[in-house]
T-cell receptor, first 115, second 115 residues
Framework: EAGVTQFPSHSVIEKGQTVTLRCDPI?????LYWYRRVMGKEIKFLLH????????ESGMPNNRFLAERTGGTYSTLKVQPAELEDSGVYFC?????????????FGSGTRLTVV | AQSVTQLGSHVSVSEGALVLLRCNYS??????LFWYVQYPNQGLQLLLK??????LVKGINGFEAEFKKSETSFHLTKPSAHMSDAAEYFC?????????????FGTGTRLQVTL
């Protein structure tokens, strides 16, 4: 079984530019989550999809962040325009229906550096 | 507010020595508790989890953790450290509330193993 795939693995962009991160969950996993870790701090929840619907987006920092999950398959997280404080590692996780946090599988993360 | 505290951002042990990584949580409701490990350039991997039942939980790679409700702790231990254990370790909690699907993480502990 393929795991959770994230790309790019690294991205360096200038302040003010746009970046789109992608996450491909494990096939058949209804739940998809985004988390972020800024340097030296804890990993923080951003949002949760159930299929194509946003179940909980309470962790999204501001309206420069837009997440989508087309057709309930892969998800994208767009940052526009990027700011310096958006630098960090963005993790995606997926789990089966009914598993929630008990059954997370995480991807390797995307390291975003805004300069 | 719900929180997870990991004492010590860096821990260094000698190969063969006991590993003890501390985790305390704040909760007024029964939590689910997790330890994740991140090896260099890899994603978060589940080491072990406590949901219900036996409070001593065994995980992969010889790690175990004990849930102590009276101390609100879930410390991670391994009797004998190996060089391959060098990684960053994260404690996380899922609270049985309306936020059942998301995890609250600690800030992480980087484990160094020396010869």
């Amino acid at each position: 079984e393929a795991g959770v795939t994230q790309f790019p693995s690294h991205s360096v962009i200038e302040k003010g530019q746009t970046v789109t991160l992608r996450c491909d969950p494990i096939s058949g996993h209804d739940n998809l989550y985004w988390y972020r870790r800024v340097m030296g701090k804890e990993i923080k929840f951003l949002l949760h999809f159930v299929k194509e619907s946003k179940q909980d987006e309470s962790g999204m920092p501001n309206n420069r962040f837009l997440a989508e999950r087309t057709g309930g398959t892969y998800s994208t997280l767009k940052v526009q325009p990027a700011e310096l404080e958006d630098s960090g590692v963005y993790f995606c996780a997926s789990s089966q229906k009914g598993q929630g946090a008990r059954g997370y599988t995480f991807g390797s993360g995307t390291r975003l550096t805004v300069v | 507010a719900q929180s997870v505290t990991q004492l010590g951002s860096h821990v260094s042990v000698s190969e063969g020595a006991l590993v003890l990584l501390r985790c305390n949580y704040s909760s007024s409701v029964p939590p689910y508790l997790f330890w994740y490990v991140q090896y260099p350039n890899q994603g978060l991997q589940l080491l072990l989890k406590y949901t219900t039942g036996a409070t001593l939980v065994k995980g992969i790679n010889g790690f175990e953790a004990e849930f102590k409700k009276s101390e609100t702790s879930f410390h991670l231990t391994k009797p004998s450290a190996h060089m391959s254990d060098a990684a960053e370790y994260f404690c996380a909690v899922r609270y049985n509330t309306g936020t059942a699907s998301k995890l609250t993480f600690g800030t992480g502990t980087r484990l160094q193993v020396t010869l």
